[in-house]
């Protein structure tokens, strides 16, 4: 729902009422008795205020189970600026060797820099230098893992200096660039396990956050295909994560919602994408793929969106389960659908 004051809610309700075609794609209000979202110059009839919740954005207010209006289409009222935006992204892929600046990228799509970073950020995920610095990121690797000197990699993609790399490698690579040529050997990762309430629970992390979450029936099989995931990097049993598997143990038994966490995982710039989607669906509700790739920007990337939930090392943390097929069921689950099944009957008494 819109934060705002009292004076301004009132002011979006009279631009409601005035069926103001010059918010559209602004402001969308949904009606609680019949669970639909319209823009404000939808021709229906117009609901008392008491019954009407006010949203920034279309994807905000399916993700609070609202349906858009027949009529209006609310959905749709943005596909112009998701246009511009995608060009935006292409434009961005284009410059392997640099980041191009907010005016320069609002320029290309004739749009204010204010106004372009704020719809790229509601339609996209992440901010233009978050989504060109991923590319980067991307390209480094690919750099990297073909065999190519650090600092040529660096320079080819645009780094203006080999400490500008350094200093942002593990937030961005996770470990140093040496250490991600050598495929991660050298890194070290902890791990502990527990019993819970849905089997056994086994965590593994870096020295940033968990970057590994597994649910089983056999530990011994979950610890293999630990030691497996992270075959070259050092990994050993640790008991300094006690806090981190409780506050776990304590949202599977259904005791807490559960507590932000830190992770430390790599992805794509896709993947991200997803993941920071998936992290806004509201505790107790769901969503299906297709409202997940209509919410990025990328409505026909149903199957893409799928395949990023079944990718994700931290189930749990970032909520991959509470996202169901259109046409009805639990869908998959890589720790078994009934996990998945639980997972959602615990989320709905929280």
């Known amino acids: 729902m819109m934060k705002s004051a009292l004076d301004s809610l009132e002011e979006i309700w009279q631009v409601i009422l005035s069926r103001d075609s010059q918010f559209d794609g602004k402001i969308f209000y949904g009606v609680h008795s019949t669970k639909i979202y319209c823009r404000p ?5 117009k609901p008392h205020r008491n019954r009407v919740t006010f949203f920034q954005s279309a994807q905000a207010a399916e993700a609070q189970g609202f349906r858009p209006c027949k009529r209006c289409q609310p959905q749709k009222v943005l596909a112009p600026t998701i246009d511009k935006i995608l060009s935006a992204c292409r434009y961005i892929d284009a410059q392997s060797d640099r980041i191009p600046t907010l005016t320069e990228l609002s ?4 749009m204010s820099p204010t106004h372009f970073q704020r719809v790229f950020k509601q339609i996209i995920g992440v ?3 978050d989504y ?3 590319q980067r990121i991307e390209r480094l690797k690919q750099h990297l893992q073909q065999g190519t000197e650090i600092t040529d990699a660096l320079y080819e993609v645009g780094y203006g200096s080999s400490s500008r790399l350094y200093e942002k490698a593990p937030e961005q690579l996770g470990m140093s660039p040496a250490t991600y040529k050598r495929h991660g050997r050298g890194e070290e990762i902890r791990y ?3 019993n819970s309430p849905l089997g056994y629970l086994t965590i593994a992390a870096t020295q940033r956050g968990i970057c590994s979450i597994k649910l089983g029936e056999d530990p ?3 610890e293999n295909e630990l030691q497996n995931e992270f075959r070259h990097a050092l ?10 598997i409780q506050a776990l143990i304590d949202y599977l038994s259904g005791k807490f919602p559960l507590s932000e966490l830190p992770y430390d995982v790599k992805a794509t710039v896709f993947q991200l994408q997803v993941w920071q989607a998936l992290k806004q669906i509201p505790l107790g509700t769901t969503v299906s793929y297709s409202d997940i790739a209509c919410s990025i920007g ?3 990337a149903v199957r893409a969106v799928a395949r990023a939930c079944a990718t994700n090392p931290v189930a749990l943390i970032i909520p991959c389960h509470r996202v169901l097929p259109k046409a009805g069921g639990l869908g998959g689950y890589r720790w078994g659908i009934s996990r998945k099944q639980a997972l959602l009957e615990i989320e709905q008494q929280l």
């Open 298 to 300: 990328q409505p026909t």
């Open 132 to 134: 060109a610095n991923a």
């Open 192 to 194: 502990t396990s527990a």
């Open 41 to 45: 110059s939808c021709p229906s009839r």
């Open 107 to 110: 320029i290309q799509v004739a």
């Open 220 to 222: 011994a099989k979950l």
């Open 127 to 129: 901010t233009p230098f």
């Open 235 to 244: 990994l050993y049993r640790a008991d300094d994560m006690q806090e981190w």
